[in-house]
């Protein structure tokens, strides 16, 4: 199936009512601050469903968002570091129980510790005097892999991150994931990736003729100068061994000599001593039987010199003072470093220098031929790229609608009574996506032509798109984590409700994590939370405390202007009607 239907879409969200909360792929369960800007030392639990963070203006709320951006790679500003403090750290914990079979092959490949029951630990610290270090689940790693890892937990959303949408590549992307394409366009990039290679082969063949013919003279020698070597792979350290003794042969020829004569040479020898005083010791024998022992380890002392005394003698025979051999074994060593300093830091090296050089040359000689099964291949495949091409474009065509009508549904949801999205698919140069270019085009006002997304100026406008676009793909969107950072500002009245609504429909699929200012979204929330700012010690604090039923209804009755009667029945009948 290449597409998702509007009813799908809905039926996938009426399945989960309101008060009902889904086993989550990954969840934010803490965040920890200290020593960031306000912040001196900070624990936020979250739980699964719409997490919304209020506050009055400057008590601090974005930097919650600060602190999870900085924890999911985002370069360090220290200057955010607390005055008097001299390091920064912020921790998330994940539990991913539902991903960690999809996770444990990414922490493997990068050399990191396993998620012990079922929690990712990330963690970021940053100091004053510049160092920087982060760690997943213990282990020290690299800041891109930290944000790698990041980006398929988290997708954080803050008041100029509707700039994605402008992408022609997002907007691409957003389609293929609402029609369930992401197949086709891996085949189709399979088949770009092939063509590529296959082009690199030819371009490698196709040489003006002097080229050609330098390339073959090149190689020619080389496989000549390799194969006429007749090269073993362990030779070197043989030869070098063979070479260092034919070169001291004549001193290796005089040592030997010397100890044969300090063993049976003139009168003074080893061995004659020996003699000497194997008889003496044989006399102390007669005169004590005890002294046996004397006389056998003598003994012993004898045989041990005269095998030392025939094992030299055979050395002093093998001893080689051939000159001829010295000249052949200097020969083949420099042959040796010759061939390794132009192919290779080893024999090994250079003998497999010596094959591709074969298979290039008999690549080059049979040109030709090359070239023709080149071009056949790449025709082939130039055809199965446009049969493949083709269809990932119909089939594009047929998700448009759908994606239009569900999207558009959702707008109206949200304020734009009549407005309509569009999506035009033009004709482009083939990429690993396809050859279509997409266009989203947004028509807020009847009787006003639709006008490419990237036109659009209001925030606000642009903020209930994203909004509307998230909604739709919520049941596709691989990213666990949806952070929203006032992305409804510049919304209000009816249309606030509605945003309240489109979040927590989002967050029966997703956890979502939301600042904002606006009281139907913060009581649409399964949990609320309140930043404040507070003098202690002489210094500003920033704090965030979850909200029981009371001082929910207290906060949002500020959030609505006031605390007076009118303003708490209000906040109380918001709350009702979640």
Do not use: W
Not at 45 to 70: H, Y
Not at 154 to 167: F, I, K, N, R, T
Not at 304 to 330: F, G, T
Not at 513 to 523: K, R, S, Y
């Amino acid at each position: 199936m290449c597409s998702l239907s509007q009813s799908k879409t809905e039926i996938i969200l009426a399945e989960f009512p309101a008060a009902r909360i889904i086993p989550h792929a990954a969840v934010l369960t803490t965040l920890r601050i200290k020593n960031l800007a306000l912040v001196a030392d900070l624990t936020l639990e979250l739980r699964p469903g719409c997490n919304v963070i209020t506050g009055e203006t400057g008590a601090g709320k974005s930097i919650i968002i600060g602190a999870l951006n900085l924890v999911l790679g985002e370069r360090a500003d220290r200057t955010l570091i607390r005055a008097g403090a001299d390091s920064c750290a912020v921790e998330a914990v994940f539990d991913v129980v539902k991903l960690r079979k999809s996770l444990a092959p990414l922490l493997e490949e990068h050399g990191l510790e396993a998620c012990e029951e079922n929690q990712l630990v990330l963690k970021r610290i940053f100091t004053a005097a510049g160092a920087n270090r982060q760690f997943v689940n213990g282990s020290p790693t690299t800041l891109a892999t930290l944000a790698a890892i990041g980006e398929g937990l988290v997708d954080m959303h803050g008041p100029h991150d509707h700039q994605s949408l402008l992408q022609s590549a997002k907007q691409l992307a957003i389609l293929d994931a609402f029609g369930g394409l992401q197949a086709q366009v891996a085949a189709f990039s399979e088949l770009v990736r092939g063509r590529v290679a296959l082009e690199q082969e030819k371009a490698a063949l196709i040489v003006d003729e002097k080229s050609y013919a330098q390339q073959l003279d090149l190689l020619r020698h080389q496989v000549r100068e390799i194969s006429t070597a007749k090269l073993h792979p362990d030779e070197e350290g043989e030869v070098e061994s063979e070479h260092h003794r034919a070169s001291n042969a004549a001193r290796l020829l005089e040592l030997s000599q010397a100890a044969l004569g300090a063993l049976d040479g003139e009168d003074g020898s080893l061995l004659n001593q020996l003699g000497a005083l194997g008889r003496t010791l044989q006399e102390l024998q007669r005169v004590d039987a005890s002294a046996k022992s004397f006389a056998d380890t003598h003994e012993q002392a004898v045989t041990s010199l005269r095998e030392l005394q025939a094992d030299l003698s055979r050395y002093a025979d093998r001893v080689d003072l051939d000159p001829a051999r010295l000249a052949q074994l200097e020969e083949r060593l420099n042959l040796i470093h010759s061939l390794k300093r132009k192919y290779g830091a080893s024999l090994a090296e250079v003998i497999a220098f010596g094959g591709e050089a074969k298979a290039k040359l008999q690549n080059l000689e049979q040109r030709d031929v090359e070239l023709a099964r080149l071009n056949a291949a790449l025709a082939k495949l130039d055809a199965e790229l446009s049969r493949t091409g083709r269809e990932l474009t119909a089939a594009r065509r047929k998700v448009i609608p759908k994606l239009t009508k569900a999207v558009t549904r959702q707008l109206q949801d949200l304020g734009f009574q009549q407005s309509e999205l569009g999506v035009s698919l033009a004709v482009a140069a083939p990429t690993a996506s396809g050859c279509d270019a997409v266009e989203f085009q947004f028509a807020p006002n009847p009787g006003e032509p639709a006008r490419p997304l990237r036109a659009i100026a209001s925030s606000g406008e642009m903020a209930r798109v994203m909004l509307a676009l998230k909604t739709v793909l919520a049941a596709e969107d691989e990213i666990p984590v949806l952070v929203f950072d006032e992305v409804d500002a510049n919304v209000g009245g009816e249309t606030a409700n509605a945003v309240g609504d489109k979040m927590r429909q989002i967050a029966r699929a997703r956890q979502v994590l939301c600042i904002t200012h606006l009281a139907p979204v913060a009581a649409a929330a399964d949990t609320h939370f309140v930043v404040t700012k507070q003098i202690r010690d002489g210094r500003t604090l920033s704090d965030i405390q979850p909200l029981n039923a009371k001082q929910r209804v207290d906060e949002l009755a500020r959030m609505l202007g006031g605390q007076g009667e009118a303003a708490r029945k209000h906040a109380e009948a918001m709350l009702a009607g979640r």
